[in-house]
């Protein structure tokens, strides 16, 4: 047990990575729509590439989204409306009616009163025949009308027989003039008006059952298709009918293969692909970013974006389809851009846009897009800290959206006049969502601990409140530091090294000297040397503390590890050379740990540069009248020694980009101390 227990503990990092790949693995299979895949790609308009297809088994054609939604909207505009009479407004209107009309029309006044009187009569009962309702919504549709008593059919119509309470008066009129009796129209009107009740109530429930009956009764097929019947041979054109069989084939074929008996051996085949393509990734870190792949922080970051961009792409795509292009995919290189670098973006990016191929419709389309946008964010985006650079960026990813994306749909339809003006506006918000990413960044730096360009912008402002007490505490560190910084800088951008990164190390490389800032000389004005007073051993101690100070300091203010590294490194594993000889000659049997820096060495190209750069400009200030020759001298003799140390054993630097480093540092001391061409006598 104590053994597992303890290859568990050495090895506790890589069993970290398997559980990560793991769960990553099988939660993006869950995200995964759960239908099959039809073997086959085509696309309407374009030539059938596979073999001659042959129906595999029986099956039916399917109507198409456009015809259905057609036969339902016919079938509600001819729906039949249902209505409950109530017999008993007829009787109560007819003795109202003869209640009032003596009031309204006195004898003495009307002579042909009974005229009148059959006249009024014989026109509610046209009013009552079918009957009168007050449903204004329902008065222009065309539908047939049933009437019910109870719950028993009596008769049917359609809508122009009903009459509304609004439609009494221009009928009134329309008689009145037709028999001759305008003359009587103001009394008859009024009388009417408040005589005239609607008989017939609208039964909703009754007619929306009818018409979900009618509309579950859609045929869903146009015909069916036998096995082995020729479907499609290879060349021809997918097209008209073709197109058809072909879609209503990948639907059954995907219905068939996803059922019950079939979904283990399905979920295992989604899995093995995503599997292999997140070891792919992994190998991808392990063989390239090595340092990366030693950090599960980096690793999981990594993999947690893959995730987060499946999860969004699954969203939408199950909300609804064609808002996919409005998901920012390209945040995912610039995010990794950020914090790592540009080739591990892209890599990843591409990784991702293999894996939603599997859950976007026209996956081919929509990867050939993305990845293409991917490689552009790439290649556009050199300084994601300055705004401009990001704000460039993104309109040309957007510019490449719609390229891309007109010229697919040319090839697919042959015409622009069908083209989908609102997909442009997708693309737009798509680049408006990609700006997202500042924000985004600074909540990685705090969730992951993490620290891009951005941060180390804002590190490099001198005003910042740990450098402000540099230079006030320790000035004569701070100068020694801002040179150093502009020298590592140089150096940076000679080999293509982080040039960002290695001036805020620079920068605070020393911040430990703040401790004990008189016991250096940079920082002694008064003429006096503490160290003086202290024996070679305790002032060995003293400048080797400034490591461990630095890093306390450092990390109280909340320094990235990526900055704590340059503090940790810059003297790597180096003696305290004065002090140790000065020692020496004076007792023989001495530890030379007690005179040597606690390290570890310089294990970057950026650490590596810091450490040649402090030690060429501390040194530099002791050259007394220096020429060009004596500078070249001193740059090698520095630099040479720190080799032969084996300084740089563990930094992933090359003999020529020191020797390019050396040029750059010889260049720039000569041109801090103005000296001039030397040129022979």
Known sequence: MKDFVNLFYKNHAFVYKVLLFIATTFLIVYLFPKSGKFKYDFEKGKPWQSETLYAPFDFAIQKTNEELDQEKIQIEKTAIKYFNLDETVKANVLKQFNENFNISFPDSIYPSKDEIKRFGENLIKTFYEYGVTNEDELIASKSAVTILKGRVEISKTDFSNIYKQTQVRPKIDEELKKNNLEDFAKPLSILFFNTIKPNLEFNSDLSDK???????????????????????????????NKFLILKSLESEYESQVWNESNYNLIVFAYTLLVALALLMLLLFLRKYRLDVYDNNTKVTFIFFNVIFMVLLTT??????????????????????????????????????????????????????????????????????????????????????????????????????????????????????????????????????GLVSDVSLLELSDTNTKLLKRLSNEAPGTFHHSLNVANLAEAAANEIGANAMLIRVGALYHDIGKMQNPTYYTENQSSGINPHDELSPKESAKVIVDHVINGIEIAKKNNLPDRVIDFIRTHHGDSTVYYFYMKEKAINDAIDIADFSYPGPKPFSK????????????????????????????FVETILNKQMDDGQFLNANITFKEIQA??????RKLANIYHLRIEYPE
Not at 324 to 341: E, G, M, Q
Not at 397 to 409: D, G, N, Q
Not at 661 to 666: H, P
């Open 210 to 240: 009818a018409l979900k009956v009618r509309i579950n009764s859609i045929a869903y097929n146009r015909g069916s298709i036998e096995k082995e019947t020729l479907i499609i041979s290879k060349g021809e054109v997918v097209e008209g």
């Open 315 to 448: 969203l939408v795509v199950n909300y609804d389809s064609k808002y996919i292009y409005i998901v920012p995919i390209a945040i995912l290189p610039l995010v990794l851009k950020a914090f790592f670098d540009a080739r591990l973006g892209l890599f990843t990016h591409v990784i991702t846009v293999l894996l939603l191929g599997f859950i976007v419709p026209n996956s081919s389309e929509y990867m050939f897009l993305q990845i293409l946008a991917g490689i552009v964010t790439i290649l556009t985006v050199s300084e994601l800290y300055k705004r401009a650079n990001l704000f460039i960026s993104v309109g040309q990813i957007t510019l490449i959206y719609i390229i891309a994306y007109f010229a697919f749909f040319l090839i697919h339809e042959g015409s622009i006049e069908t083209l989908k003006w609102d997909t442009f506006g997708l693309f737009v918000l798509c680049g408006l969502a990609t700006l997202f990413v500042q924000p985004l960044i600074y909540i990685y730096e705090k969730l992951f």
């Open 606 to 633: 950026e650490t590596a540069i810091l450490m040649m750069c402090d030690s060429v400009e501390a040194a530099s200030k002791s050259l007394k009248e220096p020429t060009s020759t004596k500078i070249d001298n």
């Open 661 to 666: 480093i050396k040029k750059v540092l010889k």
